[in-house]
Nanobody
Framework: QVRLAESGGGLVQAGASLKLSCSAS????????VGWFRQAPGKDREFVAA????????FLTNSVKDRFSISRDNAKSTIYLQINNLEPEDTAVYYC????????????????????WGQGTQVTVAS
């Protein structure tokens, strides 16, 4: 089981940057891939980015790849989502999700592939 907790959200002006953190605890020492998703009011939860266990495989959805980046520090059990040049359309609750895997390079953009989810962190971008 992987327990996840997001942090770093807030209310910012358009053009600002934020770095979201996902703190993970995995008591059995398993490898896990992590994805970031977001859900805007009245919309479905959508994929944003994913990173493999060893961090060499990353995947970002096309609409954000020029402004978002994903990274992880396994020594700190923390996964990051860097968001630059925020736009009002980025307003959403951001969730991190994890899937235990035995493939170091595995990532996935599919919501159904993730078994564990955090509670989310709110990002609000004012114009």
């Amino acid at each position: 089981q992987v327990r996840l907790a997001e942090s770093g959200g807030g209310l910012v002006q358009a053009g600002a940057s934020l770095k979201l953190s996902c703190s993970a605890s995995e008591p059995d020492g398993d490898m896990y891939t992590v994805g970031w998703f977001r859900q805007a009011p009245g919309k479905d939860r959508e994929f944003v980015a994913a990173i493999s266990w060893i961090g060499t495989s990353t995947f970002l959805t096309n609409s954000v790849k020029d402004r978002f980046s994903i990274s992880r520090d396994n020594a700190k059990s923390t996964i990051y989502l860097q968001i630059n040049n925020l736009e009002p359309e980025d307003t959403a609750v951001y969730y991190c999700a994890a899937r235990i895997t035995n493939v170091e390079s595995y990532t996935s953009p599919r919501r159904r592939d993730y078994d564990y989810w955090g509670q989310g962190t709110q990002v609000t971008v004012a114009s």
